[in-house]
């Protein structure tokens, strides 16, 4: 089981920026799709970015494409979201979380994300 912790959160004014890191220790992750996730109050947990094992792929949802960026670094055992252009409905405790299996190929459910942070809270004011 690998161990994910966030960290970068806060509290941000509409259009700032924010990089949020998550840190793995237990076993490299150079070898797992990685993704982050957020829950705003009151809704269910969402997908926000992945990144494929090998660095190629990025995928994001919709509401957050052209804003958010998803970058990995394996050396580090290591993987980040640079938010930019916040809104206030970016509200939401982000969590990053590390794919079930080595080597995979789904990017977007979160039933196959089998490691996960304990989350890190942005607040976006208007």
């Known amino acids: 089981q690998v161990q994910l912790i966030e960290s970068g959160g806060g509290l941000v004014q509409a259009g700032g920026s924010l990089r949020l890191s998550c840190t793995a220790s237990g076993r490299p992750i150079n070898t797992y799709v990685l993704a982050w996730f957020r829950q705003a109050p009151g809704k269910e947990r969402e997908f926000v970015a992945s990144i494929s094992w090998r660095r190629t792929n990025t995928y994001y949802a919709d509401s957050v494409k052209g804003r958010f960026t998803i970058s990995r670094d394996n050396a580090k055992n290591a993987v980040y979201l640079q938010i930019d252009s916040l809104k206030p409905e970016d509200t939401a405790v982000y969590y990053c979380?590390?794919?079930?299996?080595?080597?995979?190929?789904?990017?977007?459910?979160?039933?196959?994300?089998?490691?996960w942070g304990q989350g890190t809270q942005v607040t976006v004011s208007s």
């Open positions: 979380a590390a794919h079930r299996n080595p080597f995979g190929s789904t990017y977007y459910t979160e039933s196959d994300f089998g490691s």
